[in-house]
Structures are given as C-alpha cells and as structure tokens.
C-alpha cells in the first residue's frame, strides 16, 4: 500500500493509460502480425500497471477484510475493519474532519489566489514574467521534507514569523503547537503553492480573444465586471479542472503533517490527516488490514468528491465547443 | 460642427509613424469607408476614434468635444469586429443586452430594444442560442445588434466581412446598406480592403495609405479624377495600366506623348508648370477598346486571355515588363500570341507627373 494514497494513484494512471490500449487493439484487429506488434509496445505498460497498480490493489482490497500486522498470516475478519472505522474509531473520525476541514479551505483558498494572481499577471511585460516565475517558485520546491522543515522553523515559538510580530510589538505563539493554529499553518503551507493552478489559469486568460475583452470596454464594463463575466465563465473549464486537481492532492496530503508534527498528528491530534493516520495505524501499529481499509474508504471519498464535482459543473462551467 | 473631427491626428509605435497627421471631418449621418491596402493604418484610425487605441497627437472631437481622453464607453460609439467578438457563454439575447445591464438600463427598455433590434436582423428565432450554434452571418448580426441596441451615435466597423464567404458577403453588404437607410442619423465609419464594398456603402471613401490620406471624396469621383497614382492604382478592378510617357509643359496645357503610340499627343491642364519631365499615363482596362489603324494607344501580343462571360480580358505584353489589361465587352475572339492594336478615348485618359501626382484635365 503507498503511503500517498495508492487508490488515486491508479485513478489517473488508468485514466490516461486506457484510449492508448483500445487504440492499439482496434487498429491491429485486421491480422496476428499486429496484435504481436502491439503487444510489444504495450508490454512495459502492461508489466507496470499489472505488478505496481492492478495486483497492489487487488491486494490492498483482499488485505482490507483481514486482520494483517505484516508478520503473521492476515485472518479474514470480513467487514469488521470497515465497520470500526466508520462507527466506533472516534480518532479516525477526527481525522477525516482534520482532513476535510483542510481540503474545503485550502483548496477554494490556493484556487482563488491562484486565479486572482494569473488575471494579475497577464501582461507580458518584462516585470510580470518576472513575478510569475516567482509566485511558480514555491510549487517547485512543492510538498517537500525541506519545505516542511522550513515551514517548521518560520512558525514555531522562536521562529521568523514571530520574529517579525516581535518587531511590531506584538507577542507570537507557538503556531505549529497550538492545536488551534497548527492546522492553519499547513493551509498557509498549500495556499501559498499557488503555483501550479497559477500557470494553468495564465494559459487560459491568454486564451481570451482580445476582440471579445475589447467589446466588452466598447460595452462599458470595468475592470471588475469583466472579471466576474467575461474572464470568470470563460476560465470555468480551467477552475473546475483545478479544483478537482487540488481536491485530489489536498486529500492526499501528508509530508507537510508529518514533518511540522514529528509524525504524531499533533499537538492534541490537530494535524492529523487522513493519510497520516492511515500511515501510523499501518505502520507504527501493524494494523494492515485496517490501513487498507482507510484507503479505499479514501479512495471512494476522493471519486465521490470528483463525481459531485463534475455533476455540478453542468450548472456553472461554461465550454466553448 | 461635424460628428467626428480629426485634426492632426497621430499615432506612433516606438520609432514607427503609423498615421501621420491626418485631418479629417465627418458629418452626422454620413457612411464614410476607411479603405487601403493592409498596413495602411485604416483599422488603427479606427480604434484611435473608438478609443481603444491611444492618440499621440492632434485632437479626436466627437460632436465638437474633445475626446482624446474620454473612455471609450463613455463616447457613444459602438463597434463591430472583425472576428465578432460575441461572449462564448453569453444566449444572442444577452449578448445584445450585455451593454445596457451594465449601464443599469431598467429591465422592460432592456427587452424592448434587444427585441427591437433582433427583429430588425432577424435574429427573434436565435435569441436563446449561444453564439457557437450560429452561422457566420448570424454572429456577424448579432455583433451588429450589439451596436443598434446601444443606441450609439456612430458606428465603427473593422472589416466587418471578411470572415464570411463570397455569397454571404454579398447578402450582409446589402444588410448593412439596409441598415444605413433605417439609422439615418447614425455615423457610420467603415473598414475595409475591399473596395466593392467602399464603393457600394460609402457616401464618402477615404484612401489611406502608410498612415496618411491619399485623398477623401464620393466614390465615383475617386474613379473617376483620382488624386495622384495610389488612388488610381487601388481604385478599379481589375487596376488601371500605367504607361510611361513623356510630358511637355506648354504655357497653361501639358502635352503627354507614350513613347512609340500611334495616337496624337494628349493635352493636359500644366497647373502652371513649365519644362519636360517624365509622367505616367494611366488608362483603365474598360476603357481600352480595339484601336482603328493609324490610332494605336498600344500595341502587342496577347499573353493570356480571360473570357468570363460578359467580359473578355486581354493581356498584352507591350514591353512595359507588367502586361496591359483590356477589359473588352462581351465574348471576343482572342487567342495567345495575336497582335491587337488599342487605344482609347482622350477623355479616359489620365496623366500624373513624376511625382505622381494627377495632371487637371483642360476645359
């Protein structure tokens, strides 16, 4: 089981992988030769996607109706594990509230700044090409160990953060251990990884004809009108497309929890992800069987979330062909 | 006091000149045609006078105001672009609408004049659909309607038709003239590099070309007594031949003699002039005709010969390097490689001096 939440990972291999087959297959019906050729080239992806994806989670979702500590042979407990996590473990419960709470606001949050800097930054002046490799900058270093020990260091007790508060007079906290700012602290940590949704969006006001904006100065909107209806409906595509993106990765977030909590979840359980509990119940307790259980419960509340996503966009995303 | 004042008008790129002091006055209600081969600035004057492009110098005044500095909205003009420019997500109802729900225009006057203006296009059937389930000619409607609804004083059109093919072409140039008929009162600015288009729709064409006017008048007299060679080149399909020739001032008249024609010496107005230089004799290909024998303006072979119908055009090479066009009346018997004779009556005849400017015409 993959620590970063194998199910998703299968999700999008399978999605991008699939045409390339039915391709293969419908253009070599005609003879044998064919088939043999295409199997060849199929064959490395196969191979991956039989061993690392398809087998790993045929395994994961046998192990999940087990008892399993890694050392032992698994015992079939049928549905127990599920059953437990959902009625009676008040700590995994909790954590998929930590979670939650983290995915409604710091993806709403990183996709809005995201949009607001890229309309900002459109221009192709010298300056904003400049200011847009920079905002990309911290989506490169992206959900690292390092950037999680930095953030560490700005936000504990005697860290930058506070250092600067001290400047103006006022007296910080410990951010990362008070269980009321330590959740706050990891939201920062995503919302300030803009980036990535960022360049997506640059492309897409690129993409706005320039006749249609000047019609709209012709028809005299200012400059927030034309935000909220022209630019806004026209990027909908690229917003849901983002949001289902983030969405994704936010549900899956671990390192940054890991590294500012030492790995416990803490202080008081306030850091503790989804993924992070699925890695100390797996891990630390040799809870196997009941890990896998978490992932897929992960998974299906990550496919929920994408299913709701797009059924909802027919009412709000606007596709020009 | 004119609609729109252009007065030493200037607009530059960097160390690019792209219109170089122009002035020119249009009246309220007038249909004038920016026309010109492309680079000329015609598209850039009129996003000058929209206000979508910034004015470097002179002054732009709509309605006797100066209006180099008021917002575009602000200027009661309208326009119409080249690629439509309709709102993708936006039904043809509230791509009409847009303007006046921004201008807070009350509910009952908005459906009032989208249906107003709708029924005018016909476009009543499409008003819920979006702008991709249209053809061509309906965006380029409702890009249209967008202006009528606004109720703008002028119109300014960016080559309105030249993402429509042939036939559709033809269809909305009538609509356009239409239009004109039913807002007589609106100013009209249009334009194009098509000059069946300037001449069917303008009351008055301006010839642009490198940023300056070549001359501003009524169509038929930019056929008829253009300005100097661009006009007479650019005005006329297929375009006037030039000839080179000689011209001897003479006191009050100017006498024009092609090298090698059999025709008598033409007379000009001199414009006062004295001396000989260098000239070009401009004759169009409809006015060349079949020369009688001793009268030949020009003489050669035929290269290439284009029966079309109502009209046979001849190309004859006369040594000048480009051929000489003549656009004969009706089906001809022409064939590659006979030698014709033709000339054509003083009348059409045009002369221009080194400079290129055109020589009066006497009497």
């Known amino acids: 089981m993959r620590r970063d939440g194998g199910g998703a990972m299968a999700v999008s291999r399978g999605g991008r992988a699939w045409p390339l087959r039915s391709r293969g297959v419908g253009r070599s019906a005609s003879s044998v030769g064919d088939w043999r050729a295409a199997l060849v080239f199929l064959t490395p992806w196969l191979l991956g996607m039989v061993l690392l994806t398809a087998l790993p989670m045929i395994g994961s979702a046998v192990l999940s109706f087990t008892n399993y500590d890694l050392l032992s042979v698994p015992r079939w407990v049928g549905t127990a594990n599920y059953q437990r996590l959902l009625t009676r473990d008040a700590r995994y419960l909790h954590s998929l509230e930590v ?55 700005l936000f504990g007790s005697d860290g930058l953060v506070n250092a600067v508060l001290g400047v103006f007079g006022a007296e910080g906290t410990s951010w990362i251990g008070d269980p009321r700012y330590a959740l706050s602290t990891l939201i920062l940590l995503h919302v300030w990884q803009f980036g990535a949704p960022m360049v997506i969006f640059l492309a897409g006001v690129r993409q706005i004809p320039k006749e249609v904006v000047e019609a709209t100065i012709m028809d005299g909107a200012n400059p927030v009108q034309r935000f909220f209806r022209i630019t806004l409906p026209l990027l909908s595509p690229l917003i849901l497309f983002n949001l289902v993106m983030q969405t994704i990765t936010a549900f899956q977030a671990f390192v940054p929890a890991y590294v500012i909590s030492d790995g416990t979840g803490g202080p008081v359980d306030s850091t503790l992800f989804y993924t992070l509990y699925l890695y100390l119940e797996g891990f630390r307790n040799f809870r196997m069987g009941y890990a896998m259980a978490m992932a897929w419960i992960l998974l299906f509340i990550i496919g929920a979330f994408t299913a709701l996503a797009f059924w909802a966009s027919r009412f709000w995303v606007h596709y020009e062909s | 006091m004119s609609a729109i004042g252009l007065k030493d008008v200037r607009k530059s790129y960097g160390s690019v000149e792209v219109i170089s002091s122009i002035d020119l006055d249009i009246e309220q209600g007038e249909f004038v045609v920016f026309v010109g081969p492309s680079g000329c600035g015609k598209s850039t004057l009129l996003r000058m006078i929209a206000g ?55 509910k009952a006057e908005i459906d009032r004049r989208v249906r107003n203006a709708a029924a005018m296009l016909q476009l009543e059937p499409y008003l819920s659909r979006r702008p991709r389930a249209l053809s061509g ?17 002028v119109f300014l059109f960016d080559e309105p038709l030249s993402n429509l093919d042939a036939a559709l072409r033809v269809a909305t140039r009538i609509e356009i003239a239409k239009l004109k008929e039913r807002l007589p009162d609106t100013t009209m ?34 056929y008829e007594s253009p300005a100097n060679l661009f006009v007479a080149g650019f005005i006329g399909s297929p375009a006037m031949n030039f000839l080179p020739c000689r011209l001897e001032h ?6 024009v003699q092609i090298d090698g024609a059999e025709q008598t010496a033409i007379a000009f107005g001199s414009g006062g002039r004295s001396g000989a230089e260098a000239g070009t004799l401009g004759v169009r290909p409809e006015s060349l005709h079949i020369a009688e024998a001793g009268a030949a303006l020009i003489t050669g072979m035929v290269e290439l010969v284009e029966h079309l119908g109502e009209v046979t055009i001849l190309y004859v090479a006369a040594g000048l390097g480009q051929p000489v066009l003549a656009k004969l009346s009706k089906t001809q018997d022409f064939a590659k490689g006979d030698r014709v004779s033709l000339s054509a009556a003083s009348t059409d005849l045009y002369a221009f001096d080194a400079s290129g400017d055109a020589l009066p015409r006497l009497g």
């Open chain 2, 52 to 106: 979508l492009e910034g004015i470097d110098g002179g002054t732009l005044s709509i309605d006797g105001v100066v209006a180099n500095d008021i917002a575009p909205a602000r200027r009661g003009i309208a326009m119409v672009f080249q690629s439509y420019a309709l709102y993708p997500h936006m039904s043809v109802y509230e791509n009409l609408a847009f303007s006046l729900r921004i201008a807070h225009v009350d």
């Open chain 2, 250 to 255: 003479q006191g009050e008249r100017t006498l």
């Open chain 1, 99 to 153: 979670t939650t709470v983290y995915v409604l606001v710091s993806v709403p949050l990183s996709v809005t700044v995201a949009l607001i800097i890229a309309v900002s930054l459109s221009a192709t002046t010298r300056l904003a090409n400049f200011f847009r490799g920079v905002f990309y900058l911290p989506s490169l270093l992206g959900g690292s160990v390092a950037i999680g020990v930095l953030w560490r260091q």
């Open chain 2, 189 to 222: 600015i249009y334009v194009t590099h098509d000059q069946v288009e300037a001449m069917t729709l303008a009351d008055r064409i301006v010839v642009l070309n490198g940023g300056n006017v070549e001359q501003v008048g009524r169509p038929v007299e930019l």
């Open chain 2, 137 to 153: 000619g309906q965006r380029q409607r409702v890009a249209i309607g967008r202006a009528i609804v606004r109720e703008a004083k």
